[in-house]
């Protein structure tokens, strides 16, 4: 990472064990806080770091004996702006009420220098684990997944973070994301609406900012999903997106410069393809081209991620589809007895000719009531929505099996309409072109279920649907 292109004026603070300190004892206002030193009920234990509009210290909350995260302003920088943002920042934070949000306890001011306390957050930066080498592709979604919680919660408590980037982004030693450092956050949690929030002061990290952001214009949530598909790209590469000798050049390439894709590295052709479309839609350099809401890009996010869409085998998906068979045979020959009870004729007539209509009706009904069939639902299996995570809708269902089934069945009809009309089309024809439209399916399914998501049978690709194992993740954000 080249100097100089980490942080703009004003800075964010780079240190995210976020505390600050300040003392009882009789020092001057200018000296760093020391060892032992006292900030209202909190003794300072030790410097984390420091940024343009904090120093950060590890402390003790003598009133409840716990370690905590003070954040002080620091000596040279205690003007009426820098005391604003502060203070706005603590307020923000403290709004926001999440897992995976980093949580303020308290703020007040004590011999001229205001700092306030917020959970002490013991583990890594993302910018820290990263510094070695790129993550692995699933623990790179399970990071973006989880920060997409705790920013969805911000936006709906009024507040775009405005600096989202690795090392804002912290995994505690329980293996929990922590979204910190609201010291840039925009808005006004007392409006109504999600509309764009007029930036008051032109700031950030250029490695990671939206272009609209990085023209001052007026910003809401997506230009964070921009920084946090920056940052997906650098959790996945182990590099930013972009890299320039000036943040005017790097500006320039955020705007118009073609989105790179994610070296494959030993992960499967098809994971890395949609990784990039995942990065590409929340990169768009037009704010209109990403993600709607947090909600449609958390279930993207999830249909990227096998931990979370776990896509139905071919063989379970076969044997499903076999039971599905047998339980239509049974219905046909039980239609059949009836027949004979009924007329006395056991002649079929055509009557088995109906089989595949009668299966692609049965599953439609069940696909679009339930999301399942009887044979599915056997091996928990569920077909649902790619848009929703939820049951398919009765068009998604219909077109899907019309796709599935359609050849087969236009290959029923036709060989029944050529027979009545005694056109000089052998019977075999259909005979043929039936076992390959069989054998059509069989390979679209072997196709689909050899890969990892993003490859889906013709079917399912047409109708927007696939097939996985069932989930209690059904609805968006449910926490795992």
Not at 255 to 275: C, E, F, H, K, L
Not at 312 to 334: E, S
Not at 405 to 417: F, S
Not at 430 to 457: E, Y
């Amino acid at each position: 990472m080249r100097p100089g292109l980490e942080d703009t004026t004003p800075a964010a603070p780079e240190a995210h064990d976020t505390t600050t300190t300040q003392t009882k004892q009789p020092v001057a206002s200018s000296a760093e806080l020391v060892e032992g030193m006292r900030l209202g009920h909190f003794k300072i234990e030790r410097k984390l770091g420091a940024g343009g509009m904090g120093e950060v210290y590890l402390a003790t909350d003598l009133a409840l004996d716990r370690p905590v995260a003070v954040k002080v302003l620091p000596a040279g920088v205690a003007s009426g702006s820098a005391r604003e943002r502060l203070v706005k920042e603590a307020r923000a934070q403290a709004r926001v009420h999440h897992p995976h949000v980093g949580h303020i306890y308290f703020i007040g001011e004590e011999a001229g220098r205001l700092y306030f306390a917020m959970e002490y957050v013991s583990g890594k930066t993302l910018a820290e684990r990263i510094a070695d080498g790129p993550l692995p592709v699933e623990d790179a979604l399970a990071v973006i997944r989880a920060s997409v919680l705790g920013l969805r919660e911000a936006q709906r408590s009024g507040f775009t973070h405005r600096d989202v980037k690795p090392s804002n982004l912290m995994v505690d030693s329980h293996g929990v994301l922590k979204v910190l450092d609201f010291g840039l956050a925009a808005g006004n949690p007392e409006a109504v609406g999600d509309g764009p929030v007029a930036q008051t002061t032109l700031a950030g990290t250029p490695l990671y900012m939206a272009p609209e952001q990085a023209r001052g214009e007026p910003i809401d949530f997506r230009a964070d999903i921009y920084a946090l598909g920056a940052t997906l790209f650098h959790l996945a590469s182990g590099r930013p997106p972009f890299v320039a000798d000036s943040v005017d050049q790097l500006i320039t390439m955020h705007a118009t410069a073609a989105r790179p894709n994610v070296p494959r590295g030993a992960n499967p052709r098809t994971m890395i393809t949609a990784i990039d479309a995942l990065i590409a839609r929340m990169m768009a350099p037009n704010a209109a081209d990403r993600f709607g809401s947090y909600d449609e890009l958390l279930r993207a996010v999830e249909m990227a991620s096998v931990q979370h869409t776990r896509p139905a085998g071919l063989w379970v998906r076969g044997i499903a589809t076999l039971i599905d068979l047998i339980l239509v045979g049974i219905v046909l020959a039980i239609a059949q007895a009836l027949k004979v009870l009924i007329t006395g004729s056991g002649e079929n007539g055509g009557f088995g000719k109906f089989a595949l209509e009668l299966l692609a009706i049965f599953t439609t009904l069940a696909i679009g009531r339930w999301g399942t069939t009887a044979g599915k639902a056997l091996f928990e299996l569920q077909v649902v929505s790619v848009a929703t995570s939820q049951r398919p809708s009765w068009g998604q269902a219909v077109r899907r099996q019309l796709t599935l089934v359609g050849v087969p069945i236009a290959l029923d009809w036709a060989e029944t309409a050529v027979a009545k009309l005694g056109l000089p089309i052998p019977s075999d024809l259909f005979d043929i072109l039936a076992v390959v439209a069989a054998v059509a399916i069989g390979l679209s399914m072997l196709h689909a279920t050899l890969r990892v998501p993003g490859k889906r049978a013709p079917w399912d690709r047409i109708s927007g649907t696939m097939v996985r194992y069932r989930t209690t993740r059904g609805s968006p954000g449910a926490m795992t």
